[in-house]
């Protein structure tokens, strides 16, 4: 098993910048990947960001390309997403999650771990 512990949200204002932490303990060693997906009230969770643990291979969404920065620190078995120039559309409760197997890291049905959330609130 493994457990994820996610942190980091709060209310900022557009244009503002937050990073979220995502520390992982029990079984880390079956990371292949870790991921930040998000949910807003009444949409689905969507894909952000996704790392391979090894070699440090990044994936975005479109939406968040060049604004957030997905990071990790092996020693720590922590997570980061760092959110720069956030918008109001990127509001939301968001959730990290470990897979351990090689797949398509884009979709939530590739990870089998996931933590409570962190919620992010972006607003004036």
């Known amino acids: 098993q493994v457990q994820l512990l996610e942190s980091g949200g709060g209310l900022v204002q557009p244009g503002g910048s937050l990073r979220l932490s995502c520390v992982a303990s029990?079984?880390?060693?079956?990371?292949?990947?870790m991921g930040w997906f998000r949910q807003a009230p009444g949409k689905e969770r969507e894909f952000v960001s996704a790392?391979?643990?090894?070699?440090?291979?990044?994936y975005y969404a479109e939406a968040v390309k060049g604004r957030f920065t997905i990071s990790k620190d092996n020693f720590k078995n922590t997570l980061y997403l760092n959110m720069n120039n956030l918008r109001p559309e990127d509001a939301a409760q968001y959730y990290c999650?470990?897979?351990?197997?090689?797949?398509?890291?884009?979709?939530?049905?590739?990870?089998?771990?996931w933590g409570r959330g962190t919620q992010v609130t972006v607003s004036s």
């Open positions: 790392i391979t643990w090894l070699a440090g291979r990044t």
């Open positions: 029990g079984r880390t060693l079956s990371h292949y990947a």
């Open positions: 999650a470990s897979t351990p197997t090689r797949g398509n890291f884009y979709s939530q049905n590739e990870y089998n771990f």
